[in-house]
């Protein structure tokens, strides 16, 4: 399995911050999760310890609304479509679920940015939650692929969308579900549910 970072310096590790402390805060209001950090990795349980990271001051930021924007603001489309015409473009006119995997290049630029123990806890982390949305998928008969190339164009039935999947600032493990007859979503993994996927590809129970 590949793994990796986006396109110029990574800024994964805060992304990852932000998407557990979503989880966080999800815990506290509902009382779902666990609060052990030691506690064995579970479905239920991966989501609740904060991992170190090589920025420290990261950490101790306060859960603010407008963290919680930038989380979100991680998987609007808006962020990913592009103009570019290139050679590098992988084009898809089948409904399908999209896998992304950061590239070799991302993998050597963020052990350089930060220290390897780090990057490997997040790379499991972020390759367990991949598994588990494949599982979930593949139940539902929705056909998954890996994405090859930087850009990505998706023909629907009426209009056309290119994403550029390397964009600075994006997660590096990263989902895009397809469905021909609607725009193109960016999914969090960490979240994926059967539920959302029967509900974007209009599959029924």
């Not at 407008?66 to 989380?71: F, R, S």
């Not at 592009?82 to 590239?103: G, H, V, Y």
């Not at 790379?123 to 994405?147: E, F, H, M």
């Not at 990505?152 to 997660?171: A, M």
Request: proline share 3%; aromatic share 12%.
């Amino acid at each position: 399995m590949r793994i990796g970072l986006s396109e110029g310096k990574c800024v994964y590790a805060m992304i990852y911050i932000y998407m557990r402390r979503l989880i966080f805060l999800i815990s506290i209001c509902t009382g779902l999760f666990g609060c052990s950090k030691n506690a064995p990795r579970t479905e239920a349980s991966k989501g609740d310890s904060l991992p170190l990271t090589a920025d420290s001051s990261i950490t101790e930021k306060v859960y603010t609304a407008a963290t919680l924007d930038e989380y979100k603001a991680l998987y609007d489309l808006q962020r990913y479509l592009t103009d570019a015409d290139s050679a590098n473009t992988e084009t898809i006119d089948f409904d399908c679920a999209i896998l992304i995997f950061p590239t070799e290049e991302q993998i050597e630029r963020m052990k350089k940015d930060y220290n390897e123990e780090d990057f490997y806890v997040v790379a499991d982390d972020n390759n367990w939650y991949q598994a588990k949305a494949i599982d979930i998928i593949d139940s539902l008969g929705i056909k998954t692929i890996t994405a090859k190339e930087r850009y990505i164009k998706l023909k629907g039935e009426n209009k056309n969308w290119t994403l550029d999947i390397r964009k600075d600032h994006l997660p590096c493990w990263n989902l895009v579900f397809f469905n021909r007859t609607k725009a193109p979503q960016i999914i969090p993994t960490v979240n994926l549910t059967p539920e959302k996927v029967r509900e974007f590809f209009e599959i029924s129970k």
